[in-house]
């Protein structure tokens, strides 16, 4: 059982006409997400939307009333990415509104999952079964997530793809769409060229903290990888990321991600040089920690085999024949 937390929503303004909505999340180590309220034609664009989970709804209001805004005030509801915690409410948001979505259209890793949960959820332990997570754990894991859903009112899909190309008309100005895969398919940023900001979602955090959706892509953290370059190309002076203190050293922040991401991979290199393993087994290694659990477990197994598939990608590991589980060894 998580224990929900007790926070407040607020809204903090971050220059005129640019709010941050920090909702609370009932989730370990990650205490809140931010949408962004942008003050336009009489109203504002809303990027990101909180998780739908009890109270939610009443969390945003209480945000939008700090901002002297309500939910009538929104014109247009923006997602940087498909996760729950920055899509969840699109669905409510958008019926009190009365306004559109717009979205990435590589959004299947979570509204086809969301279709249906039992199913994904089925899927994501016979993954951490195959990649050697032992039976009891899966178990274990299987019986927290009983009844539980995804923190997704209702799937609904995006009126209009946001691509490249696609452009956020505010009264801060014009704000352009980069494609930002590798955190999930969905991702994009949003950047004001004018004014150096970046909404940065998930993608640039203000302290690094990897997750990758693994299994909708070839390779997640090779794709992170070059989001980061595409970002790093931009003029930037604040980012708007996802969680957390806008920061403004984008460019330290893309190296320190790089660095990380680089670090985390020679780790299980090294560690698969110790003989056959199987992810699983691996993930204490690529965090340089103890055996994790619950959350913290899958979060680490997920990002143990985007490791594996982005070595297997360069040639540096390979999965070995008819091993059960899956083990990986040097290629
Ligand atoms: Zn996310
Ligand atoms: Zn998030």
Redesign the pocket.
Known sequence: MTTRSRELSRADRIVPGLWRLRLP?PWPG?PH?NAFAIAAIDGVVLV?TGLHEPGAMRQLERALDQAGLGLEHVRLVVC??A????YGQAAPIMERAGCELWMHPDHAHMTRAAEDPERAFERRFEVARQSGVPAEVVAEAREARRGRGFGIAEIVMPDRDLLPGVEIDTDLGVWQVYETPG?APSHVVLHQPERGLLVS??HL?GRVSL?YDYGYSPDPAGEFLSSLDVVDALDVDLVLA??GRPVRDAHGLIAANRGAVGERLERVRRALADGPQTAYELVPAMLDAEMPSGMMLNWGLTETLCYLRHLEHEGAAARVDGAEPEQWAPA
Do not use: I, W
């Open positions: 999340l990650v997400v990101d940087t990415h996760h729950s915690d920055h955190h979602g998930d955090l997750y996802g969680h």
